[in-house]
């Protein structure tokens, strides 16, 4: 069975994911007199104080453990039917020593196929556990039907594999996070969203760095290409916490005297966050990201509203939250390696305790557990047979041929 939805993209198959760059396919967005500050010198220098601040304050939060419960909001995109439902998340890092864990129960609709005319062939909603799991020299991802007591498969992946959303995102980059990234195959890191900001501050059209009172501070910019404007508003009181996020994509217009302007729409994402110092570390107690663009008839918006619950920050986590055993595969449960061009099965969890045969590493081929060597020579032997009888029925043909033509 195949897998298609448009949920959190915690997918085996997936569709794929709608960028907010080709986001107006869905509608016009609606345009609108945004007010940018006036065309006077803004300081630069204060945009990066603040930025690298935040970047300070969120790089002391180093080893934690935290649930999510979260809710989600799909209007019909693709075929799928409008659908509200929760999700779980948990995570367990160790930024220190490169460790992070995830571990995921949604929903997620499936279907057996497409359809001629493209929709979803026997829809139906199921609800799945995926489980990640990096650390320096293996990265696996376990996923299995909620309520299945078999089955199961345990990926090992390659360091630049494609994680199919599984991973979750960095919980230092609440509120910061677009929606393209956070749908995306691959967690965009903390470290890699302020270091293109801090960037953008320096190169691009900076239009406003103003205080709002209350240790509030707004700074928006505009990107490269003079498509795309975001704002911030961050807490210099809340360990320079970003507190909300406003994404607004521009149309050129060109008139007929031959000058040129740019029109914004009204934003096409808000995130909101609030935050909470646990431990002397500011960390995310909420966080909402919200695309307008995307919305059902009734006019409600696509959302992901996400609540924190902290068990610990900047205390040690048990390393044997990162070993492979802790996935809790049941017995049966493949082990793949989807190291090279495709996956090959390596292994199989043949233990009522859920422990793993050997090591979840791919091991030599003479290593492999007895049910999976088996696995591997019945294969060799059924491609032999194959083989074999492919040749002896061309030898056939040849020799019918010849016989015809005398």
């Known amino acids: 069975m195949k897998h298609y939805s448009n949920n959190n993209g915690v997918l085996i198959h997936r569709l794929g994911v709608l960028p907010l760059a080709i986001a107006m396919l869905a509608g016009p967005a609606p345009q609108v007199a945004f007010a940018l500050e006036p065309s006077e010198p803004v300081d630069r220098a204060l945009a990066d104080v603040l930025v690298t601040g935040m970047r300070d304050a969120r790089d002391r939060l180093r080893q934690g ?18 659908r509200e439902s929760a999700f ?69 992946l390659a360091e630049d594999a494609d994680l199919l959303g599984v991973e979750g995102f960095d919980v230092r980059a609440a509120c910061l996070l677009l ?30 760095v103003a205080d709002e009172g209350g240790g509030i501070w707004r700074i928006q ?23 909300r996020l406003e994404l607004a994509l521009g149309q050129r217009r060109k008139y007929a005297d031959g000058h040129e302007s740019v029109h914004w729409s009204s934003p096409m994402q808000v995130n909101t966050a609030t935050w909470a110092e646990l431990n002397g570390v500011w960390v995310p107690k909420t966080f909402r990201l919200e695309a307008p663009q995307f919305h059902d008839d009734a006019g409600q918006n696509k959302f992901y509203d996400h609540t924190f619950d902290w068990q610990s920050v900047n205390e040690p986590v048990s390393a044997d939250l990162f070993e492979p055993e802790s996935v809790g595969a049941p017995k049966g449960s493949k082990i793949i390696n ?49 083989a074999a ?3 002896i029925a061309l030898i056939a043909m040849a020799i019918f041929r010849l016989w015809r033509r005398r």
């Open 88 to 156: 779980q998340l948990s995570y367990a890092f160790d930024w220190d020593t490169e460790m992070v864990r995830c571990e995921r129960e949604c929903e997620t609709q499936v279907a057996t196929g497409v359809t001629a005319g493209g929709d979803l062939a026997n829809p139906h909603w199921e609800r799945w556990r995926y489980v990640y799991i990096r650390r320096p020299g293996l990265s696996i991802v376990f996923d299995t039907k909620v309520g299945e007591t078999l089955g199961g498969q345990i990926r090992i």
């Open 389 to 391: 009888a492919a040749v």
């Open 65 to 82: 453990l935290v649930t999510v419960a979260g809710t989600e909001f799909q209007p019909a995109l693709l075929g799928h039917e409008v």
């Open 338 to 386: 989807f190291q090279g061009q495709k996956g090959v099965i390596e292994g199989v969890v043949c233990d009522a305790d859920s422990k793993l045969t050997g090591n979840v590493i791919p091991p030599a081929r003479d290593d492999l557990p007895p049910t999976a060597q088996v696995q591997v020579a019945n294969r060799r032997v059924v491609l032999f047979v194959i």
């Open 221 to 243: 910019w505009i990107s490269k290409d003079g498509m795309a404007m975001r704002t911030i508003w961050l807490n210099r009181t809340q360990g320079f916490s970003v507190t």
């Open 179 to 208: 929606l393209t990234d956070y749908q995306s195959t691959r967690s965009v890191s903390f470290e890699r969203i302020v270091t293109d900001w801090a960037s953008d501050l320096r190169t691009q059209e900076v239009t406003a």
